[in-house]
């Protein structure tokens, strides 16, 4: 009886030590990503860890805040946790070089969402938004609400982050060819909502003639709307970019009139995928710099948005 | 790093860790003051922006050269191409085609067309007009007579020319805008924008597409009318 006992005591321990030590060979797969107070960055963490979580790794989401000091920090610690493979939104395209090398030289390979860097050959995989092209589009449908004349203002984003200056290269690229339209205000309001409101009331009393805003992100173009709305120039035509749920919302209402979606949730899925095959079978059969295009978001399909991805 | 003992490494992680927080609390501060004294509005393009860069003289150097020897070779005769495309997109791609991205992205197809123009909307700067190609009186495709050109199919529609290869997204577009320029500055500057319904149009051109049951649109790079 003791011994049977002792034995299947044993037995069980035995069982916990292979369970735990299975856990524990589990590979690791860091996600470093900037704060999810923004949806798109956390809609970005969560299908990463989704796809590693069902791919069989263990993760570890980490959050530079856009700080590349930061960012240096969380490099170390997936570092020293062994992390065998990074996907990271980075903090800064020159910023974020050294850091991916770093994790390069400790055997470490990078996977990349959203924003690229400013060298190639360190990270394995750049998937980049298409920032430029869904600027384009954008801009060609506010080219097209506007009837291709009038007066308009554009709210820009942070300076700081890289996107800010590629979208607005994006919109100008279009909207400049436009002899009949004018822009009369230009004005940063760094990604913030309270900061559009502001910024929108004050263009608007400069401006009052004004028929149509561009605006760098969704956040603004929310801030930009409710000023309007409390102006009573709901007939102004505002178009954002990301493709929100609060934008998707207020274009189903007849509000705001288009945005752009950047496709965040797929991306960071094919990011972990391609860090699979690569851990797997040494390559990633992909270029290292791939691009990804947005969506063009308004009446006839806001319908289908849902959280970053459009439903079919 | 690696030769330190654990003690030391551990010491040395957590004087970064420490340092990082310190630097983190300044980096925070510097930015929020900067930011609100100076309410910077980036410029278009900001940190991408690169005056050395001319995306014009470059497309320029290779047009005679690379682009359109490569665009002649890969031609596919529309009406047949469109047929190709509906039995096997991915095949016709392949001969007809290119793509720098892999599976599942849409393929940007190189063609010879000539039909007959039965609308065109000339009003927009990004005009354009409708062409029956196999002779039912109904469109086939829209054929882009600018001077405004959308879309990247002539830049994606060439092997030679790479995203990996371009500096940053803002200058892989300034590619493709300044082959759009070059287009419509070599095919469609001197075509008229009277009277065109009713013509009959010859055009060597490009488009993107991922489904074939799309009537296409066409950036054409050489394109010629009948004479009246």
């Known amino acids: 009886m003791k011994l049977t006992r002792l034995l299947s005591a044993l037995a069980a321990a035995a069982a916990l030590g292979l369970a735990s030590h299975a856990a524990a060979a589990k590979d690791l797969i860091a996600i470093i990503v900037p704060s999810p107070d923004n949806p798109f960055f956390k809609s970005e963490a969560v299908a990463a860890e989704a796809r590693a979580k069902a791919l069989g790794y263990d993760t570890l989401v980490l959050v530079h805040d856009d700080d590349a000091n930061k960012q240096n920090e969380l490099f170390d610690t997936a570092i020293a946790r062994k992390a065998k493979a990074i996907i990271l939104d980075n903090a800064g395209s020159e910023a974020s070089v050294a850091a991916v090398a770093k994790a390069k030289k400790a055997g470490i390979p990078s996977f990349l969402v959203d924003r690229e860097i400013s060298q190639t050959g360190i990270a394995v995989t750049q998937i980049v938004s298409n920032n430029y092209q869904g600027a384009q589009l954008g801009a060609e449908e506010f080219v097209k609400l506007m009837k291709e004349k009038g007066n308009f203002v554009e709210l820009v984003g942070r300076e700081a982050d890289i996107n800010a200056g590629v979208r607005s290269k994006g919109y100008h690229d279009v909207i400049d060819k436009y002899p009949g339209l004018k822009m009369v205000g230009r004005q940063s309001a760094n990604w913030s909502q309270p900061e559009a409101f502001k910024t929108m009331e004050s263009l608007l009393q400069a401006n009052p003639d004004i028929k149509g805003v561009i605006s760098g992100n969704d956040t603004m173009a929310m801030g930009a709307w409710a000023a309007l709305v409390a102006a009573k120039r709901t007939d102004v035509i505002v178009v954002g970019f990301d493709g929100s749920n609060d934008v998707r919302d207020s274009i189903l209402k007849g509000g705001i009139k288009a945005t752009v979606l950047q496709p965040a949730f797929r991306q960071s899925e094919i990011a972990v995928e391609q860090a699979d095959k690569f851990l797997k079978t040494g390559a990633t059969g992909q270029a290292e710099k791939q691009l990804m295009d947005c969506v063009l978001i308004n009446g006839k399909n806001a319908a289908r948005l849902e959280t970053f991805q459009l439903k079919k | ?228």
């Open chain 2, 1 to 228: 790093m690696r030769s330190l003992s654990l003690p030391h490494r551990l010491a040395a992680i957590t004087g970064l860790v420490l340092a990082g927080i310190v630097l983190h609390g300044v980096h925070v501060e510097r930015r929020a003051s900067g930011s609100a004294a100076a309410g910077a509005t980036p410029p278009p393009g900001g940190q991408f922006a690169n005056r050395a860069f001319d995306a014009k003289a470059q497309v320029g150097d290779i047009w005679d050269a690379k682009v359109m020897p490569a665009l002649r070779a890969r031609a596919g005769e529309f009406v047949a191409l469109r047929a190709a495309m509906k039995a096997n997109l991915d095949d016709a791609g392949a001969k007809h085609g290119h793509r720098e991205r892999g599976e599942g992205a849409p393929w940007n197809f190189v063609t010879h067309l000539k039909g007959r123009v039965v609308a065109a909307d000339t009003e927009p700067s990004a005009a354009t007009m409708d062409v029956d190609a196999d002779g039912d009186g109904k469109a086939d495709a829209t054929v882009q007579i600018g001077p405004v050109l959308r879309g990247t199919a002539l830049r994606d529609s060439l092997p030679f020319i790479s995203f990996t290869a371009s500096a940053n997204q803002v200058e892989y577009a300034q590619l493709a805008n300044a082959f759009n320029d070059e287009a419509f500055a070599r095919a469609l500057k001197a075509l008229p924008r009277q009277g065109l319904v009713g013509r009959t149009v010859d055009l060597l051109g490009v488009f993107t597409t991922d489904d074939a049951a799309d009537d296409p649109t066409i950036t054409p790079v050489g394109l010629t009318l009948d004479p009246t």
